[in-house]
Structure formats: C-alpha cells, structure tokens
C-alpha cells in the first residue's frame, strides 16, 4: 500500500521562484491536510480540503495555495517562495478530519529558499 | 500562541525502564487528543489516542492518561525499547481546531 505520496522529497528554490509540492493518496480518504514542520513549533496548519473541490485555509496560509480536483490529490502551490517558507511539509489524509481520528502522512518535503 | 505546549525538547531513558512524555493543553475546548510519533526522514505515525469521557487508554506498552482539571497530558512507555527512539507530537483537537506540540525527542539507551 502506497499511502500517503508526498513529490519531491527535497527542493532548493530561489527568492521569488514558483513550485508545486504534489501530494497523492490511494486510501480514499475524503480529508487532506498540509502541514508545516519548523523547530520549536510543532506541525502547524496551512490548508486543508474536506472533499474534491472544498478547501480552507488552516493556522499559516499566507504564501501558499492549494486546490482539490480529485479525491486523490492535493497539490500545495507556493507562488513566491521566501527564506521564512524554509521548512519541511508534510500532507496527510484521514478518513473524517484529522481532529478525530488518525492521519496519515507523507514522508515529508524538505525545501530550502535561498 | 502555543496552545499545546511540551515542555521537555528531549527525554533518555534506559531499555526497559518508564519512559514518561508530558503534554499540556490551554484551550478548554480541546476534547481529544492524540499522540504521534516521528522517525527521522519519516512522516509522523499515529501511535494513540484518548476522548475527554476518558482518563486512560491503554494500547500494549502505551497508555496515556489525561487530568482534564490541570488540562495535562503524558504518554507511557513500558517498557521502553531502542526502536521507541524517535519524537513524539502531542496533538490537542476541538471546537474546530487542531493544534501540535513541538514535540520530544525520546532516546532509549540499551
């Protein structure tokens, strides 16, 4: 069983530059969530989807965008990476949102802005 | 604000003994908690989880208790393996919201 597919597992962007996290799963799942992993913060919120075409924001959305075509797939889209979105990402699905029962996560996206 | 604090970065323990993860919690709204665990290079893996009617739930070497009155959290190992070596996220959910510790790093020595 894949799981949860997190692309690509490491990225260096420039100042300014555009990319495209991609995240898929094969569980059927209806809720998917992206989170941020930053030292000393935990994981923290920045959008999240309860079914294909609904999305909301989360705790940190200001920089990114996302958009839920499929039930599969919920690609995260930063549209001018900045130093401060240095982070490693993490997408999770769930049956019912996370906040009752267990996620599934990806193995993360480590991206680095210079 | 932190609204699910833990306050220990790392923990190290001796295999075989207790090993004892504290959470706490500031919003009164949060009425189920979860603990996850991470390995390096890994995403985070559910490890148990525990509703606000409950005190203590117990899943094999795991339980964790909850004290609603002090908003406070732990999660116990017994006994603690090297293969439990990894950090573990209290997260803390309710009225709508989500929220994650920043996590502890537990090292268990053989």
């Known amino acids: 069983n894949a799981g949860v597919t997190q692309t690509p597992k490491f990225q260096v962007l420039k100042t300014g530059q555009s990319m495209t996290l991609q995240c898929a799963q094969d569980?059927?799942?209806?809720?998917m969530s992206w989170y941020r992993q930053d030292p000393g913060m935990g994981l923290r919120l920045i959008h999240y989807?309860?079914?294909?075409?609904?999305?909301d924001q989360g705790e940190v959305p200001n920089g990114y965008n996302v958009s839920r075509s499929t039930t599969e797939d919920f690609p995260l889209r930063l549209l001018s990476a900045a130093p401060s979105q240095t982070s490693v990402y993490f997408c999770?699905?769930?049956?019912?949102?996370?906040?009752?029962?267990?996620?599934?996560f990806g193995q993360g996206t480590r991206l680095t802005v210079v | 604000d932190q609204q699910v604090k833990q306050n220990s970065p790392s923990l190290s323990v001796q295999e075989g003994r207790i090993s004892i993860l504290n959470c706490d919690y500031t919003?009164?709204?949060?009425?189920?908690f979860l603990w996850y665990k991470k390995y390096p290079a890994e995403g985070p893996t559910f490890l148990i989880s525990?509703?606000?009617?409950?005190d203590k739930n117990e899943d094999g070497r795991f339980t964790v208790f909850l004290n609603k009155s002090a908003k406070h959290l732990s999660l116990h190992i017994v006994p603690s393996q090297p293969g439990d070596s990894a950090v573990y996220f209290c997260?803390?959910?309710?009225?709508?919201?989500?929220?994650f510790g920043a996590g502890t790093r537990l090292t268990v020595k053989p």
């Open positions: 989807s309860v079914g294909a075409g609904i999305t």
């Open positions: 997260a803390a959910s309710g009225g709508g919201d989500m929220r």
């Open positions: 569980m059927n799942h209806e809720y």
């Open positions: 919003n009164s709204m949060f009425d189920y």
């Open positions: 525990i509703s606000s009617i409950k």
């Open positions: 999770a699905s769930s049956l019912t949102p996370s906040y009752t029962t267990e996620a599934f």
